[in-house]
C-alpha cells in the first residue's frame, strides 16, 4: 500500500483537529423552562421534610416531646399535601429522571420510623428492656414493610399496618395506657404490617372518603389540643401555678378518633359494597 493511501489528506486532518476542539468547548446548556422549576420546587417542598425531621430528632434528644411532636406533624403536614400537588403539576412527567416516590419514602422512614421509635426508647415509659425491644421491632418490621412494592391494592388501600409509627407513638405518649399495654400495641401492630388486612389511605381511597378524611382532620385536632394542653402545663409549671395535664376529653378521642383510622381499612376489606356509590 502506498503512503499516499496511508497518510490522512490536508483537509481529513483539518476536519479531526476541528472535532477535537468542538469537543473541548462546553457545551451550551438547555435552559430550564417554567414547568420543569415549577417540578423541582415541589421536590424541595418534599426534602424540606427531612429538616423537619432533623430539628425533631434535636428535640427529642433533648426530650423537649411536645416540640418534636409539633415538628413531627408539620412533616406530616408537608407529606399530605406534596404528592396531590405533584400529580396535579405532573411532576413526575416532566422530570422522569428524579424519583419523588424514592425521596418521599427516605423521608418517611425517617419521620414515621426512626424519630418515633427513637423517642419511644429515649422515653423509657415502658422500661429500658421493653423500650429498647419495641424500637427494634418498629425499625425492623418498617424497614421490610418499605421494600414490598406491593404495598398498596387496587383501591389505593395499604395493604398491611403502613407503618404510621408516628401517630401510633404519639397516642402513647399522650394516654399513658403502661407499660405491657404499650409494648402489646407494637407488637401487634408489628405483626400487623405482614398481614394482608386493608388499612385506610383518607386521601386516595374513594369509598367513604369524605368520612375518613373528616375522622383524620378530627384526630389531627385532638393531637394538636394535646400538645396545646401540654405545653401551657409545661408554661404554667415554670411560673410556679399548678399547670393542667392533658385533660381527659382529649384523650378519648385522641383513642376514639385513631382506632376508628386504625380499623376502618379493615372492616372496608370484610364488606366491599361499604361506602361504594350506585351505578
Not at 412533616?75 to 399535601?81: F, H, M, P, S, T
Not at 429500658?128 to 383501591?155: H, N, Q, R, W
Not at 401517630?167 to 405491657?180: A, N, R, S
Request: proline fraction near 4%; charged fraction near 15%.
Amino acid at each position: 500500500m502506498s503512503k499516499n493511501t496511508t497518510k490522512a489528506r490536508p483537509g481529513e486532518r483539518a476536519k479531526a483537529k476541528a472535532k477535537q476542539i468542538a469537543e473541548r468547548l462546553p457545551r451550551p446548556k438547555k435552559k430550564v423552562t417554567w414547568p420543569q422549576a415549577r417540578a423541582f420546587s415541589v421536590h424541595l417542598l418534599t426534602a424540606s421534610g427531612s429538616f423537619l425531621a432533623f430539628v425533631s430528632l434535636v428535640a427529642a434528644s433533648e426530650e423537649r416531646w411536645t416540640a418534636m411532636f409539633w415538628w413531627l406533624g408539620l412533616a406530616l403536614l408537608v407529606d399530605g399535601i406534596d404528592g396531590p400537588v405533584a400529580r396535579k403539576l405532573e411532576v413526575k412527567e416532566i422530570l422522569p429522571t428524579w424519583s419523588g416516590e424514592l425521596l418521599d419514602n427516605i423521608i418517611d422512614y425517617v419521620t414515621y420510623v426512626m424519630i418515633p421509635a427513637f423517642a419511644l426508647y429515649q422515653r423509657g415509659f415502658m422500661g429500658e428492656g421493653l423500650s429498647f425491644l419495641s424500637a427494634a421491632i418498629i425499625v425492623v418490621s418498617s424497614a421490610i414493610y418499605y421494600a414490598d412494592t406491593g404495598m398498596k391494592t387496587k383501591e389505593n388501600f395499604f395493604k398491611g399496618f403502613p407503618v404510621v409509627w408516628n401517630m401510633v407513638v404519639f397516642t402513647l405518649f399522650v394516654i399513658e395506657p403502661g407499660q405491657w399495654t404499650s409494648f402489646a400495641i407494637v407488637v401487634i401492630a408489628g405483626i400487623l404490617t405482614f398481614v394482608p388486612m386493608n388499612f385506610i389511605h383518607p386521601v386516595r381511597v374513594v369509598r367513604l372518603r369524605s368520612i375518613n378524611l373528616g375522622m383524620t382532620l378530627l384526630w389531627c385536632a385532638f393531637g394538636a389540643l394535646a400538645l396545646a394542653q401540654s405545653a401551657m402545663a409545661q408554661f404554667y409549671n415554670q411560673i410556679g401555678v399548678l399547670g393542667e395535664q392533658v385533660g381527659i376529653f382529649t384523650k378519648v378521642g385522641i383513642t376514639v378518633t385513631g382506632l376508628y383510622l386504625f380499623f376502618i381499612g379493615g372492616v372496608m376489606q370484610l364488606f366491599p359494597k361499604l361506602g361504594a356509590k350506585k351505578a
